[in-house]
Structure formats: structure tokens, C-alpha cells
């Protein structure tokens, strides 16, 4: 029934390709996917711990209601990181401290949850990460409907089931599986750009002529 269904996850990202993106900041990922991709700047990290990079199984539930996270709780594999469209609502936390204990001891790689989150003290101190739009006192719902493993979004960001979820403290961005092995490669490019500017401001022989071409370019006039 659409509006209440489980799916089968029948294709994940290569693990190969999980691991090589841990080490890639997010922010240069974000560049190399011209900018055009992002979860939003409400989905902040409120753990401790915030380097994520797993294959996603998602999670469309209505607005403060949590029976479909804690039946993907059950399906996922260790390494997978949970992504739920709870409607952006914070109204009602949608994971505490209890279904966060649990995740860690099923090996869950971490929560993005596009709705509110409650015992903050405990979570923002475990090593589990978790990304939310915001925190409540207030608890979930369980009677659903919802359903697993069927494409999300937030805030635009389209997120299918096996996709690559990466996370740091600039928040999280969905690489599509498909397309991972060319993000990796022009990211990881990217990185070593950026380290040898970092060599050449640190020794002051950085060119910044470029500043005065676009003034130029755009017409401006000393």
C-alpha cells in the first residue's frame, strides 16, 4: 500500500568507496557537486562525534511518529546510517537516547533525522552520530503509517536507499551511488588543491590577482 511500505534494500554503495570517503571533508564533496546539493543548514550535527559515511536506508514517517525508524532499526545492516523525512515537524522527537543505545549495539553507522531529536545530554556525548533539524522534550508517536527504503527528500536533497550518506561538522550530503566513484575522484583532487594553497599562504606567496581580473570582468573601476 503506498504510505505503507517496507522494501528490500537490494543494492548498496561499495564499501570500498564508504571507507575512501570518511577522510574527504564534506564542504569539498559539496564543490565538486557544483554546489547544488545540500540537506539544509538546519540539519546540524548534535553529537559529539560527527564523521559519518555509510549507505543510507530511508525512512519517510509521518510528522512525530517513529514505529517505521524502529522497524529500520530491525532490517539495516552494521555500517548503514538511518535517514528519515519526518517532515522537517519539531514537534515531536522522533529518537532518544533509548532507540540510540539500541542502534549501537545493532553496529548502526549513525541517525539523519529531518525532524527533532530528545535527551540531547546523552547524544551529544556518545560517538554515534546523528545529524536533526532540532530537540524536544516531547515524544514520538508509534502507529504509523510509513514507509522504508523508497526515495526522500530534505530540503531538495534527494536521497534513494544504498545511497552514499557522508557527514562532518558542516552538516550531510548525499552522494547518489551511481555517481560515487567520479565525486570521490574529483574530491579528493580537490583536497589536495586546497592543501598546497593552505603551503602558499602559510609561506606568503599566494596570487590573488585573480581578485582584481573579476572586479574587471564585472566592471567595476578604481
Known sequence: MLGLRILPLTHRVAPDL?????????????????RMTAAGARLRPLSRETRLSAPAITVKTRPGDNLMIHKALEIARPGDVIVVDGGGDLSNALIGELMTTYAI??????????????????????????????????GPYKDGPGEINVPIAIDGMVIHPGDLVIGDADGVLCVPRDEAA??????????????????????????????????ARIGFKA
Open 18 to 34: 564508504v571507507e575512501a570517503f570518511r577522510g574527504v571533508p564534506v564542504a569539498n564533496v559539496s564543490d565538486c557537486m557544483t
Open 105 to 138: 549495539q545493532r553496529g548502526i553507522a549513525g541517525f539523519v533525522i529531518n525532524g527533532a531529536i530528545r535527551d540531547l545530554d546523552v547524544i551529544g556525548a556518545g560517538a554515534l552520530p546523528v545529524f536533526a533539524a532540532g530537540v524536544t522534550h516531547r
Open 182 to 215: 567520479g565525486v570521490l575522484e574529483a574530491a579528493q583532487k580537490k583536497s589536495q588543491a586546497e592543501q598546497v594553497t593552505l603551503r602558499q599562504i602559510a609561506e606568503g606567496r599566494l596570487d590573488t590577482a585573480w581578485i582584481d581580473q573579476t572586479l
